[in-house]
């Protein structure tokens, strides 16, 4: 059974940074992409970062491009999102996801951007 459990999500002043941390369990981790997404209260879901099975290929929203990074440890079967120079309008729920013939999502983490 795939299980997606996201942890590092906290308080945090503007400015300041936070990774968040995504423990994938139940399919071969490395064969998969994996992606986090961010939801604001009453706004849409929104992709902020993917990255390749392998790790060597990334994408970020504009948004936030040049301040996160997604990475992953194969050997951990966990994916990253280094956030640094955080803002108030990165506050969100944060949420790791994968594709393994469905859709799963994890928990999401809470992420509060304020002074």
């Known amino acids: 059974q795939v299980q997606l459990v996201e942890s590092g999500g906290g308080l945090v002043q503007p400015g300041g940074s936070l990774r968040l941390s995504c423990a994938a369990s139940?399919?071969?981790?490395?064969?998969?992409?994996m992606n986090w997404y961010r939801q604001a209260p009453g706004k849409v879901r929104e992709l902020v970062a993917v990255?390749?099975?392998?790790?060597?290929?990334?994408n970020y929203a504009e948004s936030v491009k040049g301040r996160f990074t997604i990475s992953r440890d194969n050997a951990k079967n966990t994916v990253y999102l280094q956030m640094n120079s955080l803002k108030p309008e990165d506050t969100a729920v944060y949420y790791c996801?994968?594709?393994?013939?469905?859709?799963?999502w994890g928990q999401g983490t809470q992420v509060t951007v304020s002074s």
């Open positions: 990255i390749s099975s392998t790790g060597y290929s990334t």
């Open positions: 996801y994968t594709r393994v013939r469905v859709d799963y």
């Open positions: 139940g399919f071969t981790f490395s064969s998969y992409p």
